[in-house]
Structure formats: C-alpha cells, structure tokens
C-alpha cells in the first residue's frame, strides 16, 4: 500500500513554519508499518494543489493531506477536493450544528466564515475532530483514496491516531491492534542495544514484531511495535518481549513509554516526601532545569546554585575551608554538596563538578565529571570522563548526574559504567 | 521563475528527521526574493528518483536536490542525475584530489568509497563544498536547470549562500546584490511593528526593498532585503531605511544582525571589566543559562541562585531579615539583590521574582514579575504584569529581566512599556 502525504499552505511552502506535521505524521506510520512513499509541499493555489491532487491520485493509494481545512479564502482543501472527485460541496449540517454548539458554549458567536468548514464533498466519509472547527474527511480521488486533516497539530495528531491509522491499518489488511512499546535509556550506546536486541526480531512471531531505535544522546529510545488480533495476543507477545528487555538493558532503564528520567526522580521525591538542593558547574544550571514539576505543585528543589568557578561556588555554600584546599577532586564534590544540603537544610544535595578541556580539536579532548551527592546518611561519589566536544559532554554531565540520583535514590549500583564514558 | 526543492533521503521520508533543511532552503530564497513553487520527498530510491526528477523537470525552471550526495551505495543523486540528462558519469579529477588531500591533512586515508563523490554527470557545473567531500554540480534535466546539494546542513546552507543563490539572482535578473538587514527587538508586538514600519516598503524604492517580520515570542525579528546593482547603491537604499527603523523602534531594538540581547550584556560586562550574580524565582534559572560565554572565555556571571521559593531565596543570600518581612514586593526585590551582590562580591546583581497565577484557564490570568537590580550606585527596581499562560510568562520574564539590566548598562529608561504588559 503505497502512501503519500500532501502538506499544503504558503507558510509550510516559504519555510517560514518548519514542517513538523509531516514528520510527526510519516513517523506515526512508520511506527504502525504503515511506509511512506512520497511527500509533497504545495502553497495555498488552487492551480497547483489541482496538480498535486492529480499526480498523487495517480501514484498512490492512500494519500493524507495536511492544512487548508480552515475558515479562511485561502484555505481550498475542500473546494479542490470535489473538483477532483468531479462532486459537488455539500453542508454537513451535522457538522455545523456541532460548530455553532461549540462556540456557543465558549459564549461567542461564530463568525460566518466558518461555515465553509462544514461544506464537504459530496459522498465523502465525515472524520471527527473532536477538540476543533475543522472535520476531517476521505474520498476517492483517481485511484487512490484521500484522507483529509486540519493543520492545527494538535489536532491532527489526534485525528490521525484515533481515525486514520485504524482505517489504514485495515485497509492495508494488518492485524486490527497495533501496540507501541517504548523504553528510555541512558548509558547504551545505539549499536551496542542493537546487538543485545537483535534476536527479538527474529525469535518471536517475526511478522508482528518490529524493533527501532531512536538516539537522542544521552538518551536512547528503544521503540517495539507489536501486531495483533486483540488485548490478550498483544500482552502475550508483548509481555516475554519487556521481560527480555527489562532484563537486558537493567539499570540502564531510565523510563517506560510516556514517563521521564526527571520524572521518576520528582515522584520518588515527592513519595518519600524529600527535598534536594543542587550545585552545578558549566551545565547552565540544566540540573535543576529539568527537575521542574508543574506550576503549583510542590517543588522539592529548595534551591540551586551555579557557578562555573570552584571556590565561588564554594563561598556561596559557606564553606569556611581554606581557598587552597579547593581543587577539582571528590573530596570537594562532597564537601560542597554536604555542606549545601546543610545550609538548604535538605534531604539530598547535588554536587555536579565539570571540568572541560580547553583544546576543542583533539581526539582525546572531552571533559572530567565529579558528582557529590550527599545524604542523611552519608555522602557518596561518581567520577567520569567523557570524550568530545563541549556540548557533547556537557549534555552527558547534566544526564549522568540526573541518573547518578536516580540510581542512588532507588538504590541502585551508582558506578555501572556508561558507553560514552572513558575509562 | 518557478523553484522547486526536492528532498531526498529515507530519514527524511520516514519522518525520523525533522526536514528544517527544506525550511532553511524555502525562507532564504524567500528573503531574497526568490520563491517557492514546489517541494518534494523520496526516499533512497532510484525509481522514486527518476520519477520526481522528471516531473520536476517538467514543471520547474529550478530544481535543488537537497541529499544523495554521499559515499554509500544508497546515495544516488548523481547517477540518477546523468541517468536523467542521458549522460554519463565521469570522474572529476580536481574534486578527487582535493577529497585525498582533506583526508591527507587529518592524517587519514580516504576510503575507497569515498572516490563515489567525484563522480559527475558529465557536462554538468562543479559547485564548490570547502567545508566537505560532497562537491555540488548543476546539470539541465528536460526544461529545468537543477542544482544537487549536499545533506549535512552546514555544507548545504553554506553552498546555498555562496554558489546557488547567487547563480539564481542572475537568472531571474533581478539585482546583483542582495543585502539582508535584521532588527532584533523585545517589547513591541508584530502588528504594531506592521504599522509602524508599513510605510517603508511603498516610500523607498518599492520594488528592491522588502519588509518581513518574524515573531519568536519574547523577541520580533525585522527583516529588509535590499536589492542593489552594487555595495554603494546598497547603502545608499539602506541607511536612509536603518535610520528610520532605530528612531521608531528606540530603545526596543535589542541587538541588530548576528548580534544578541545576551551577547551584548556580556560585551559590556567585560567591556567594563564588571561582574554579575543572579538570584531567580520559577524561571528555570534560564536567566544565568543564556549569559553563556563560550568554554575557556572569562565569565561575568559569579553565581546564579534559582528557587521557587522567596523565603528560601533569601536565606540563600544569607539576608538576616525576619521571615515575616519578605514579601512578594519591589522590598524584598532590592533587599535580596543587594545582599547577593555583598554576598558575591560582583559589580552587579539581579533579582527576579516571579508570581505565577495558578488559575490556568482564566482571560485575565498571568503572573507578576518584581526585578531588582543593585549596583554599586544603588539599586532599582521594575515592575510588570504579563497576561498569559504560565510558560508565556515565564518567557517574558526571563527576556524582560535581561532587557532591563541591558537598558541599565546602556543608560537607558527601564521603565518604558513593554506591548506584552497590562498597566
């Protein structure tokens, strides 16, 4: 089954938007092993989206069409779409009715404009959107069948996982329940996950099981789909396939599915009802960044300090050590991070020492990292290096450090060591 | 003259990268004038190739073929390219040894594959890449004219500035030289920058000037394309246009071209030989994080303190006031900044203080935002209400507190409104 995505409006055209739609879109298939074939990218004109409909109606058999369903002259999806059906626009008084309720709830009146958006070909198949003013809809145009979605993401997203896959996925005649199963990790590199992996493929019901990964250093995303007839088939491929994973990759797992290293790390705080405070060196104070819970909800980061200067960073905690005893060693990460936990009064305290060679070309430059970590009941140490450039080990500071408390705080070894890490 | 870009490449068709070299292709040429007709996806496929080649062919006067380009056995632009124009490939000796001397130069063999890239369609134009092995050419296919560039995006966007656009002005005759002036502002909203400005394109030289604007909220981002037969005439069109926009924009123009908000606060902080801490309330600390000077250059920024907490802010700067006493006020704003500039012994100090509404959904909700700023003549203090989400607040915080230490290095009334504010 051959599938296409036609992308339309002047703002996708002219670069001035960058065209995410398309690959959340081709992504989403690929998940589901639905492959994409061809894309196009035409301006909002009536000539040239005649001719992409034309030549996409000719080359494929399912084609999605993105944008051009709003309120607005521009907006033609519609229009074109019966001319090249050879039908006429037809109101979908449904639709409208939906449209008027819509804005009479948020205690407007709708402009009249948007009643364009309930004129749809005639024939076509109705496909809801249920969060916005512009419903999708599928007809057949030449030889292929054409699904059409707004261009609010949002929207779209929604429209394609909850009313498009599934008619691709029975069109295209696989197996009626696809499953997304997802692992975050941090510390495996890319090939070396492939080979511990690779026989998962080939071992269990070939056909159903798809493996991919996705590295988005430090992190890499394990990303399994599964085929099947029902709940109960999915769970009994699936199951045997997270055990293996789960048992494999060990605590290398930061996260599953929608779930996040600093997410684990917020909740396990908030379970325990902790508090942390952090000292950061040359990470931009990204530590603390990304430990950033929801407006509102309790933040147990009572404070975070950065500096990208050793004894500043010192003095800030009242450390009332001698300046000379101040180097770039454990003992300082654990001084430092013992005496912030004291002065903020905390149950842990981070501290994130960075050390990042000044010689960019070398093969062997890269950056030291000193983690502290102090407790209730003691403090402990995480020493690395990693090679590469300085973001390169910067972004691999900032990860590690979030892993080295996430480890610690579900008792985890603290010292397994990483791919990227020298040693 | 009708352009078209055509993308190739599976990670592009499978949406596993995001396309932003189609979007970076489609704005340049848009900024000076060129614009887009058409785009076009495939994947690493010859038949797909030789397809969207000659439909290209067909209905463009220019092509550019983004991808293919590479050593590896599915990179098949160029075959596909001499394919196309019915030629042969033929093996460009300069290009192959300026690759062995690139590879000689690390003190590394090329490898074999590598020769792949010499290889042109024969008859076509060599197109320089000084940063890489994959050489540019161009070739006519049918009517059209194409252009092959690299993937890897350093290589492509310098390639595009430098051989293609220069090529393409010449053929769509328009003016030799194309000059692109930018304005980076904080405060003023586009549809007010719109009519401030509108006045520009229709005054001066109307046909060789042109006016866009980008929002990338907190910031707008002006833009004028001058067209000119030579560097004089281009000032000549230009400066009268630079001068109108500084006096109507004033104090709101936040840097010009390349230049930034933040690089031009740590300009005059080491221009000044001066020092800054920082102590912020709910923005991620992403104050301190842009005033980012590169690894190895001097930092200004002594210390950063980030907490959601006012009361644990002031602890942190050790300010001995009685809990009681702090407040979400101009007060504790100045208090807490000038405490944290004794503290660090920095030249200057700010504070950000952030009040974010917990009501999500209301018209009227937004956040309060209390900046001091001490300095060793004393200290000030500005106040502002922004309407909006909690991460829109939060942004405009962040980009108000850097513009009002940069207003008061520079000299400038901090006061001035701001059109995200209600007063």
Redesign the interface.
């Known amino acids: 089954m051959l599938i296409e995505i036609l ?1 339309t409006g002047d703002e996708i ?8 739609n ?9 998940e589901v092993s639905l492959k ?8 909002d004109s009536r000539e ?1 989206l005649r ?2 409909f034309e ?1 996409a109606s000719k ?1 494929a058999d399912i084609v999605i069409v993105n944008g051009g369903l709003g309120p607005t002259v521009d907006d033609l999806s519609q229009e074109i779409a019966a001319e090249a059906a050879g039908v006429k626009l037809k109101l979908n008084q449904a639709w409208l009715d939906r449209m008027l309720a819509f804005y009479e709830r948020r205690g407007r009146t709708m402009p009249p404009n948007n009643k364009k958006q309930a004129l749809l070909p005639e024939g076509a198949e109705f496909i809801d959107n249920p969060i916005g003013t512009a419903c999708g809809f599928a007809i057949d145009i030449g030889n292929a069948r054409f699904f059409f979605t707004p261009g609010v993401p949002r929207e779209m997203k929604r429209m394609l996982d909850e009313q498009i896959i599934p008619r691709l996925l029975e069109m295209s005649g696989v197996k009626k329940l696809t499953t997304l199963k997802r692992f975050h990790s941090f510390g495996i590199g890319e090939s070396r996950a492939d080979q511990m992996l690779n026989d998962i493929e080939t071992d269990i019901n070939k056909e159903f099981v798809k493996l991919g990964f ?1 590295a988005h250093y430090p992190q890499l995303e394990t990303k399994i789909v599964i085929q099947a007839e029902d709940k109960s088939e999915t769970e009994e491929i699936l199951q045997p396939i997270i055990e293996t994973v789960r048992e494999r990759y060990g605590n290398f797992i930061i996260a599953e599915d929608n779930a996040t290293l600093e997410g684990s790390i917020l909740a396990e705080l908030a379970r325990t009802n902790s508090t942390l405070a952090t000292a950061e060196m ?1 990470t ?3 530590i ?2 990304r430990l ?1 819970p ?3 909800d309790p ?1 147990p ?9 050793l004894k ?2 010192s003095r ?1 905690v ?1 450390l009332t050590l001698q300046e000379e005893a101040i180097c770039f060693n454990t003992e300082s990460a654990e001084k430092i991070s013992t005496a912030l936990r004291t ?2 009064a905390s149950s842990y305290a981070l501290a994130t020492l960075l050390n ?1 060679d ?1 010689d960019k070309d070398g093969i062997e430059a890269g950056g030291d990292i000193i983690i502290g970590i102090s407790t209730m009941g003691g403090s402990y140490c995480r020493k690395a290096r990693i090679l590469g450039g ?1 973001e390169w080990v910067r972004l691999g500071a900032i990860e590690l450090t979030l892993d080295v408390f996430r480890r610690h705080l579900m008792k985890l070894p603290i010292d397994e060591r990483i791919d990227f890490e020298k040693r």
């Not at 398309?22 to 690929?30: C, E, K, P, Q, T």
């Not at 994409?36 to 301006?43: D, L, Q």
């Open positions: 992308c055209l002219t670069g001035k938007t960058v065209n995410t398309y690959s959340h879109m081709a992504s989403r298939l690929n994409m074939h061809w894309g196009t990218i035409v301006g040239d001719e992409a030549q080359r996705q040359y931009s104070g990204a603390s960044a950033n929801p407006v509102g933040d980061v009572l404070r975070s300090l950065v500096s990208r200067d500043e960073l800030a009242n002065e903020a990042i000044r300085h």
